[in-house]
């Protein structure tokens, strides 16, 4: 995938997490992908042996490992978590692909820290225009949600571990005990373009997972006015620091219950201002200046991966 940056430098932005028709929330991959890196290694080379590139952005440590086995460009890694803390194989590769790249970014302050070098800390961006507070009635309508039911929104797949599905039905029977009646919505494989409505035909958003790095989830529901109930992962805590109408704390099926409960509200929302430091324009104006400080600082002599095994 390409883009000009707009500011006059062009970007070749390696990854193997891109969206597809049948998978549009895919951002993971898989060790049975590990033989596709053997083919993208010749398919990275001739793209930049055209010089059509300033730099090459590579997202996720094994692209990363990938991409710096070419010296023509720069290259800029952006590190999203699992591949520093989910996979034991997987850490020490991404760790050496930083060492070899020009500039390592993460996306959290956790990830940062596992990396164990100096790095940039720079979040995926949002839509705030896209994501904002809309019409309750008319999107629970479009969903199917009973006006009068509790609508709580998992963030993820039911199928990724991680992701701690089995902790939100725990929190989900529990409300159904105490007499709630309960609908459950997913952000599981419906179109993109669908994802703010279904924002807004949530009652909560419920993180329930074991890890996460920055997640996209929690920065479109606070654009989007949406209660959040989260577990203290990655930068979460960070993130809803002051959000109102917000929970953030060590997984406890009877304390998260309790927190719904307490967090929801039938007032008007509005989107909550800790959202607008996740503004797509704002990060892309970061990553803009990442771009120019290691074109600016580019020198191509000399074999990366010798200088960082002699180290």
């Not at 940056?5 to 932005?13: D, T, W």
């Not at 409300?175 to 709630?180: D, F, S």
């Not at 990442?290 to 191509?300: E, N, S």
Request: net charge neutral.
């Amino acid at each position: 995938m390409t883009f000009d940056s707009g500011a006059g430098l062009r970007i070749l932005v390696a990854t193997n997490v891109y969206p597809t028709d049948d998978r549009p929330f895919r951002g993971h991959f898989v060790a049975e992908q590990v033989l596709n890196y053997v083919r993208a290694v010749r398919q990275i080379r001739a793209a930049v042996r055209t010089g059509a590139y300033d730099v090459l952005h590579a997202h996720y440590g094994l692209v990363g490992a990938v991409a710096v086995l070419q010296r023509r460009v720069p290259v800029v890694i952006t590190f999203h978590g699992t591949d520093l803390s989910y996979s034991r194989w997987q850490r020490p590769i991404s760790r050496l692909a930083a060492r070899l790249a020009s500039r390592p970014v993460c996306v959290s302050q956790a990830s940062r820290a596992k990396l164990r070098i100096p790095a940039d800390h720079l979040p995926c961006g949002i839509d705030t225009a896209t994501f904002a507070p809309g019409d309750r009635k008319a999107a629970r309508a479009a969903w199917a949600v009973p006006e009068d039911s509790l609508a709580l929104l998992f963030a993820g797949r039911r199928d990724r571990r991680v992701k701690g599905y089995g902790r939100f039905e725990q929190v989900r029977d529990l409300l159904v005990e105490r007499g709630r009646q309960v609908h459950e919505l997913r952000l599981e494989n419906i179109p993109r373009e669908r994802v703010p409505e279904l924002m807004a035909a949530a009652d909560v958003l419920v993180l329930t997972s074991h890890s996460e790095g920055s997640p996209v989830a929690v920065m479109e529901a606070l654009a989007a006015g949406v209660p959040i109930v989260a577990t203290s992962v990655g930068d979460v805590p960070d993130m809803l620091a002051g959000a109102a109408y917000c929970y953030v704390g060590e997984f406890d099926a009877a304390r998260f219950a309790g927190a719904v409960e307490g967090v929801e509200h039938d007032g008007s929302r509005a989107a909550a201002p800790e959202a607008r430091r996740f503004d797509g324009d704002v990060i892309a104006t970061e990553l803009v200046e990442i771009y120019r400080g290691v074109v600016a600082g580019w020198r191509p002599e000399g074999s990366p991966v010798t200088a960082a095994l002699a180290e």
